[in-house]
């Protein structure tokens, strides 16, 4: 499921262009109600996200990161503070942010192509427009071959890469991952997130990514927020300086694993 799927009303209004950051977060909080004092999740966080930075969002479970990731996409309104999307304040979800959520969340009765078309089918694109992006995104993704799959004939990464292509179909400027590898094995994990980074440097989105990995993080980030136990506060924001593109093999080197062991320190 991605932002495009759903039935709520998408800011359509232009966008203005300039060098500024993409998305601003100025002193947000956020708090759920509940019988007692309320549950308070986020507190007064403040950062900023350039043009087609790689952004990771690191935390111990509880923290934040999920409920901070759908604030971003205008899902949830914090209680306090604001998101600044593109020199404006962001009032909800807009197409121009995509998610790709845990799970892939596709249609089981359409086929890979008919899941990355749904989008458009509800903007109501043209069918031969629709399948040519569809297919263009199939073939970014390397699923060339698996069009007329269904959901039950593909294995869990394969889903996955169908859910980014799914949010890719408007090419949003930014897109928004939430633990996307969460449930794939360790080996499965590692594929995606090269897979990802491919996609990355051939579409340069803007992308903030929850994730409990940290080398996960090293690896695909420009710089890796760390948030604290709830309510989750900034603990860290840390460049990552290792060169792109990225090698498999920079996994095993010193200066990724000093990175590590920093945010390792940091998390607790």
Not at 215 to 244: C, Q, W
Request: aromatic share 6%; proline share 7%; hydrophobic share 40%.
């Amino acid at each position: 499921m991605n932002l495009s799927n759903s039935s709520l009303v998408l800011e359509t209004a232009p966008e203005p262009h300039g060098n500024g950051p993409d998305l601003v977060v100025n002193n947000l909080s956020l708090t759920f109600p509940d019988r007692d004092q309320g549950l308070h999740v986020l507190k007064d966080i403040s950062f900023l996200v350039d043009p087609e930075d790689f952004v990771c969002i690191l935390g111990p479970s509880g923290s934040g990161k999920s409920t901070l990731l759908r604030v971003l996409a205008g899902l949830l309104t914090p209680t306090t503070g604001e998101v600044i999307y593109q020199g404006r304040g962001l009032a909800g979800p807009r197409r121009e942010i995509g998610f790709v959520f845990q799970k892939a969340n596709l249609m089981p009765w359409r086929t890979v192509r008919e899941n990355i078309t749904l989008p458009l089918e509800l903007q109501h694109i043209s069918k031969s427009v629709a399948d040519q992006q569809a297919q263009e995104l199939v073939n970014l993704v390397g699923l060339e071959g698996f069009e007329d799959s269904l959901p039950r004939d593909l294995s869990g990464g394969m889903e996955q890469r169908v859910a980014i292509a799914r949010a890719l179909v408007y090419d949003p400027r930014i897109l928004l991952l939430d633990e996307p590898f969460g449930a794939l094995d360790a080996l499965t994990r590692e594929r995606m997130g090269s897979e990802l980074l491919r996609i990355w440097q051939a579409r340069r989105k803007t992308v903030l990514m929850v994730t409990h990995a940290i080398p996960e993080a090293v690896f695909l980030a420009d710089r890796v927020l760390v948030l604290s136990p709830r309510p989750g506060k900034i603990r860290l924001d840390m460049p990552v300086d290792l060169p792109r593109p990225r090698e498999e093999g920079m996994r095993y080197s010193v200066e990724f694993g000093e990175i590590a062991k920093r945010l390792r320190y940091a998390i607790g």
